[in-house]
């Protein structure tokens, strides 16, 4: 995420209104879900094992607290990744982004409560389809009042919930580094809530620029941001939130979309707007330097897409152009080039550079073993990587022991050099994601895998998707393999939804359609929403309606895989 400028919003600064009380947040079984003293509070100067830009922003980050952004709007900071906005309205509250858990979004609540007074939630935002906005929504609602966030929503939602969950996880671990020690030598920053993860569907999409809404008098005008994200205005508030149109890096489609949303957004809100604020950041305060943020982060992603198109018609590599490219001097400060460079590569050209060798590479442990041959053995290589980490070439140190950890994982010469070389990687960077995934790296190296952390997504939460989403994380858990030579095809009469549905497992692959055409099946199921659930959660099938073969449904279940949780990363 990009650093925007804080305000010196501590006890003597403008929004300040009063710390976190408590600092500990528990669930229902007194298990601590969220400590906010164990984020890093950098006192003096700037140690060795630092980056300078990334110590000063873990020392913002790390003020927690009740903030006056402006009049009637408010951000509990603090309590989980995001900061929980409360928009005050004529009878209650609307609550933006209401964090990861729903106990940090009740804490969170509870304490604008503790001073704002005892005010009913009468609405909900999501600025964007990720986890840590939306997942505490129950914490702060039961339902029953508008609820808004942008077209896609659940599509979105269902890929964090359910298809590529496992794997997501896994990466969050490395991205946010809940295993690592806060402090100088570890973790910089916030790591992820512990609670419990649920997901309270929109009542209302948002999709159009300038889309107007009233939530409890409150006047919301709204602007979509790529990737299933929203921007918007409180006009009579002069106070704009950022969301993700400034700052985030855009993480699929077309990378024009987000210079063109930027430009967008200096049009609609420049003049408009005497405060900005955000999920993740500080609050920007002027006009003025509202319209130069939006303006600076427009030119930057303008830049970066044509300069690296331009590259890429010279010849130049992804790679190489993230190596080489820099932006101009006013806008060198914005980071997260590397990620544009990126999406622009593979919008327009996708994973393959052009070079024949890189088509049918060996997968990583097969050419490790075949590199450390050819370089001498385990021994050369570690050797070798010894001399470029003296001369401070950490990358290629970092590259050579790579390639003698997947050769030869016992070696522990090599696994322990790979693990220094990674911690002065990750006390170098100047990204908390690049930190924090270079020391997870090193301590999975040395302690092997960590526990995944997180949160613990809620057993109902599933229970609010569409069957199409249910049916298709069903399908990406077959074993294509072993259901090679499976045939089969069961109806689903979803009897309280009205819905029918066929799933048809062939050559090992498992396909669903929607209000089939009558034909022969080998099992009818009638059930609910909710015993779909069960059933596919593998609760069983006491209750429901059967009428055919049911060792269908146990040979589809005998064809599905169990992902892994805690796959190796840094070793074969």
């Given at each position: 995420?990009?650093?925007?400028?804080?305000?010196?919003?501590?006890?003597?600064?403008?929004g300040?209104?009063?710390?976190?009380?408590?600092t500990?947040?528990?669930?229902?079984?007194?298990?601590v879900?969220?400590?906010?003293?164990?984020?890093?509070?950098?006192?003096?100067e700037?140690?060795?094992?630092?980056?300078?830009?990334?110590?000063?922003?873990?020392?913002?980050r790390?003020?927690?607290?009740l903030?006056?952004?402006?009049?009637?709007v408010?951000?509990?900071?603090?309590?989980d990744l995001?900061?929980?906005?409360?928009?005050?309205?004529?009878?209650?509250?609307?609550?933006v982004?209401?964090?990861g858990?729903?106990?940090?979004a009740?804490?969170?609540?509870?304490?604008?409560?503790?001073?704002?007074?005892?005010?009913?939630?009468?609405?909900?935002?999501?600025?964007?389809?990720?986890?840590?906005?939306?997942?505490?929504?129950?914490?702060?609602?039961?339902?029953?009042?508008p609820?808004?966030?942008?077209?896609?929503f659940?599509?979105?939602?269902?890929?964090?919930?359910?298809y590529?969950?496992?794997?997501?996880?896994?990466?969050?671990?490395?991205?946010?580094?809940?295993?690592?020690p806060?402090?100088?030598?570890g973790r910089?920053?916030?790591?992820?809530?512990?609670?419990?993860?649920?997901?309270?569907?929109?009542?209302?999409?948002?999709?159009?620029?300038?889309?107007?809404?009233t939530?409890?008098?409150?006047?919301f005008?709204?602007?979509?941001?790529?990737?299933?994200?929203?921007a918007?205005?409180?006009?009579?508030?002069?106070?704009?939130?950022l969301?993700?149109?400034?700052?985030?890096?855009p993480?699929?489609?077309?990378?024009?979309l987000?210079?063109?949303?930027?430009?967008?957004?200096?049009?609609?809100?420049?003049g408009?707007?005497?405060?900005?604020?955000?999920?993740?950041?500080?609050?920007?305060?002027?006009?003025?330097?509202?319209?130069?943020?939006?303006?600076?982060h427009r030119d930057?992603?303008a830049?970066?897409?044509?300069?690296?198109?331009?590259?890429?018609?010279?010849?130049?590599?992804?790679?190489?152009?993230?190596?080489y490219?820099?932006?101009?001097?006013?806008?060198?400060?914005?980071?997260?080039?590397?990620?544009?460079?990126?999406?622009?590569?593979?919008?327009?050209?996708?994973?393959?550079?052009?070079?024949?060798?890189?088509?049918?590479?060996?997968?990583?442990?097969?050419?490790?073993?075949r590199?450390?041959?050819?370089l001498g053995?385990?021994a050369?290589?570690?050797?070798?990587?010894?001399?470029?980490?003296?001369?401070?070439?950490l990358?290629?140190a970092?590259?050579?022991?790579?390639?003698a950890v997947?050769?030869?994982?016992?070696?522990?010469?090599?696994?322990?050099?790979l693990?220094?070389?990674?911690?002065?990687?990750?006390?170098g960077?100047r990204?908390?994601?690049?930190?924090?995934?270079?020391?997870?790296?090193?301590?999975?190296?040395?302690?092997?895998?960590?526990?995944?952390?997180?949160g613990?997504?809620?057993?109902?939460?599933?229970?609010?998707?569409?069957?199409?989403?249910?049916f298709?994380?069903?399908?990406?858990?077959v074993?294509?393999?072993?259901?090679?030579?499976?045939?089969l095809?069961?109806?689903?009469?979803?009897?309280?939804?009205?819905?029918?549905?066929?799933t048809?497992l062939?050559?090992?692959?498992?396909?669903r359609?929607a209000?089939p055409?009558?034909g022969?099946v080998?099992l009818t199921?009638?059930?609910?929403?909710?015993?779909?659930?069960?059933?596919?959660?593998?609760?069983g099938?006491?209750g429901?309606?059967?009428?055919?073969?049911?060792?269908?449904?146990?040979?589809?279940?005998?064809a599905?895989?169990?992902p892994?949780?805690?796959?190796?990363?840094?070793?074969?």
């Amino acid at each position: 995420m990009a650093e925007l400028p804080y305000e010196p919003d501590d006890g003597e600064g403008a929004g300040f209104v009063a710390p976190l009380a408590p600092t500990v947040v528990r669930d229902g079984d007194g298990k601590v879900v969220w400590d906010a003293e164990t984020s890093v509070h950098p006192d003096g100067e700037c140690p060795a094992t630092a980056h300078p830009s990334l110590w000063r922003q873990a020392a913002l980050r790390a003020r927690h607290g009740l903030y006056e952004v402006t009049e009637g709007v408010y951000q509990v900071r603090g309590l989980d990744l995001a900061h929980l906005t409360l928009v005050e309205g004529e009878a209650g509250v609307v609550v933006v982004d209401p964090l990861g858990s729903t106990e940090c979004a009740a804490a969170g609540l509870r304490m604008y409560r503790r001073h704002r007074g005892e005010r009913p939630v009468t609405g909900v935002v999501y600025t964007c389809a990720r986890a840590d906005r939306f997942g505490g929504a129950r914490g702060v609602t039961s339902g029953g009042v508008p609820v808004l966030g942008p077209a896609g929503f659940l599509d979105r939602a269902a890929e964090e919930f359910l298809y590529a969950a496992p794997a997501a996880a896994r990466r969050a671990a490395y991205t946010y580094g809940p295993a690592l020690p806060a402090g100088p030598e570890g973790r910089l920053g916030p790591a992820r809530s512990a609670g419990t993860v649920t997901l309270l569907p929109p009542t209302k999409s948002v999709g159009r620029t300038g889309q107007e809404e009233t939530l409890d008098g409150v006047r919301f005008v709204f602007q979509p941001v790529p990737g299933a994200a929203l921007a918007f205005l409180l006009p009579e508030r002069r106070a704009l939130c950022l969301a993700g149109n400034a700052g985030d890096p855009p993480d699929a489609g077309d990378p024009r979309l987000w210079t063109r949303c930027l430009a967008e957004a200096v049009t609609l809100f420049a003049g408009r707007a005497d405060v900005a604020f955000a999920a993740h950041h500080g609050t920007v305060r002027g006009g003025e330097e509202v319209t130069r943020l939006l303006e600076r982060h427009r030119d930057l992603h303008a830049y970066l897409h044509d300069q690296a198109v331009r590259l890429m018609n010279k010849g130049l590599t992804a790679q190489e152009i993230a190596e080489y490219l820099q932006p101009p001097p006013a806008l060198a400060a914005l980071p997260g080039a590397i990620s544009v460079i990126r999406a622009v590569h593979q919008h327009y050209l996708g994973w393959f550079d052009g070079n024949p060798a890189h088509l049918w590479e060996h997968p990583p442990r097969q050419s490790a073993i075949r590199y450390v041959e050819c370089l001498g053995g385990g021994a050369a290589v570690v050797a070798l990587a010894e001399r470029y980490a003296a001369g401070g070439d950490l990358r290629f140190a970092a590259q050579l022991l790579n390639h003698a950890v997947f050769a030869d994982e016992g070696n522990k010469r090599a696994r322990d050099l790979l693990a220094e070389v990674y911690t002065r990687l990750g006390h170098g960077a100047r990204d908390a994601a690049w930190r924090n995934a270079y020391l997870m790296g090193a301590l999975e190296l040395t302690d092997g895998i960590a526990s995944p952390g997180g949160g613990t997504v809620a057993p109902g939460a599933l229970a609010t998707l569409s069957p199409e989403r249910l049916f298709d994380a069903l399908a990406v858990r077959v074993d294509g393999p072993k259901a090679w030579h499976e045939s089969l095809a069961i109806d689903w009469h979803l009897t309280d939804l009205g819905l029918r549905y066929r799933t048809v497992l062939s050559n090992g692959a498992l396909i669903r359609q929607a209000d089939p055409p009558e034909g022969p099946v080998d099992l009818t199921l009638r059930l609910t929403r909710a015993q779909l659930v069960a059933l596919l959660a593998g609760r069983g099938v006491g209750g429901v309606s059967k009428e055919g073969d049911l060792q269908a449904l146990k040979r589809l279940i005998a064809a599905l895989d169990d992902p892994v949780p805690g796959f190796a990363v840094v070793t074969p």
